[in-house]
């Protein structure tokens, strides 16, 4: 019995798809030039499918606190937080972001998978429920599959599906809501305000993944919550360092009196190593700037419109009506239509995200471009542009 054989049908998909020149899944950046360039198979192309939505990578402030603490402290901790792992950058970094969110409790994972992981694995017992969007992030899925819960989904963003699941399940039992503040591949943002009234109202704690969402959303970049007001009713606020941040990590911020018995209980926290310290002391900069760049943020935002606006005007069928995020999703027909327009548009050199179940939601295959706060308004109309170009060039019908 050969236990890879359960993936041949995944094997026969990907080589039924016509790629002829690259392949989506396997494209590797020879040089990044800039936040927002790289060179892919030779060609100079336009980064338009990457979550560096604040083009934090190589901001100076953070380039410098990264080398400075790599020559203090050495390439890794080899060690775990609660052991040998924790160095003073650690504790700053958490203090940095608890300030940022102005909440008194910040646990810092190696990775935003890890936080999503640690917090909802240990918080979801054996009597509990977990109630979730059924569009969530797979770390979402796999934190509930790793705790004792029993796990409730509802369609995605439908505050009426998710009261009437809440309505069935019983008053005294402990009940965790987890919802996102943007979702990744539509672009799309959650009724948080809405949700979060219908989840407290039914007594259940919340936890908000922000992944998608800080650095851009609210007058301090903190998310969707914020921008809505309403991070009093989120319990847990969950991110990333991977995104808008520009580096790897992840956390949890809280105001709960009890939330530091998680270091002692979250196995995705403890059984790993800690993050080196050049990426502690890169994460703590970036942070710091990106709390004062309300610039980089409004041109994000016009970036996000023009583009959406473009890609309309030009008859694209895209996810959401409005530029609710820098993500902008194009809807594309069918899987072979999807692979020709994503080699084309990379042959016209831009780099843009293909997409397809099951990490995309209700089956549907799109192009996720994203766009950048150092994106020029010159590049975004090339970027339009291109795909024009590139659906002409394959004959789409649009
Ligand atoms: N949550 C959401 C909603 C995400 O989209 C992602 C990453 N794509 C994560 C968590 C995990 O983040 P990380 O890359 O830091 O593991």
């Not at 890879?4 to 026969?12: G, N, Q, T």
């Not at 560096?52 to 775990?80: I, P, Q, R």
């Not at 959406?308 to 694209?316: M, V, W």
Request: with cysteine.
């Amino acid at each position: 019995m050969d236990l890879l054989d359960k993936f041949d049908s995944i094997v026969a998909l990907r080589t039924s798809l016509p790629f002829e020149k690259a392949d989506p899944f396997k494209v590797v950046m020879d040089e990044i030039l800039s936040e927002t360039e790289a060179v892919i198979n030779g060609r100079r192309t336009i980064l338009a499918g990457t979550n560096n939505y604040m083009g934090m990578t190589f901001h100076e402030d953070a380039l410098a606190a990264g080398k400075e603490a790599l020559e203090k402290f050495g390439t890794g901790t080899t060690g775990s937080r609660v052991l040998n792992g924790t160095y003073g950058g650690h504790k700053l970094l958490e203090e940095t972001l608890a300030d940022f969110y102005g909440m008194e409790h910040c646990m810092v994972f190696s990775t935003g998978y890890q936080a999503n992981l640690g917090m909802i694995s240990a918080l979801g017992g054996k009597d509990d429920f977990i109630i979730i969007d059924a569009d969530s992030h797979a770390s979402i899925y796999d934190g509930c599959s790793m705790s004792n819960a029993t796990i409730v989904r509802f369609k995605h963003n439908d505050v009426d599906h998710m009261e009437r699941r809440l309505k069935r399940l019983p008053a005294d039992a402990g009940k965790l809501v987890v919802v996102e503040g943007i979702y990744s591949m539509l672009g799309d943002t959650a009724p948080l305000k809405e949700m979060l009234e219908v989840a407290k109202k039914y007594g259940c704690m919340t936890l908000v993944d922000e992944a998608h969402s800080m650095g851009f959303c609210g007058p301090n970049g903190r998310g969707v919550a914020e921008a809505l007001g309403v991070e009093h009713l989120a319990d847990f606020i969950v991110g990333t360092f991977s995104k808008s941040v520009g580096t790897i990590g992840g956390f949890a911020v809280s105001n709960h009196p009890k939330f530091d018995v998680l270091r002692f209980v979250s196995r995705p926290y403890i059984f790993t190593a800690s993050l080196p310290p050049s990426v502690v002391a890169t994460a703590t900069a970036s942070i710091k700037a990106i709390k004062n760049n309300g610039n980089r943020r409004a041109h994000l935002w016009e970036n996000a419109r023009r583009l959406h606006a473009g890609l309309k005007k030009a008859g694209f069928n895209l996810a959401t009506a409005e530029a609710e995020s820098p993500i902008i999703a194009v809807h594309l027909p069918d899987p072979m239509i999807g692979t020709r327009f994503w080699e084309q548009l990379l042959m016209e050199g831009v780099y843009a995200n293909m997409a397809a179940p099951p990490a995309t939601p209700s089956g549907v295959f799109l192009m996720r471009v994203s766009v950048c706060a150092q994106h020029t308004a010159e590049q975004i109309d090339e970027i339009i542009a291109r795909f024009i170009r590139t659906a002409k060039i394959i004959n789409m019908d649009f």
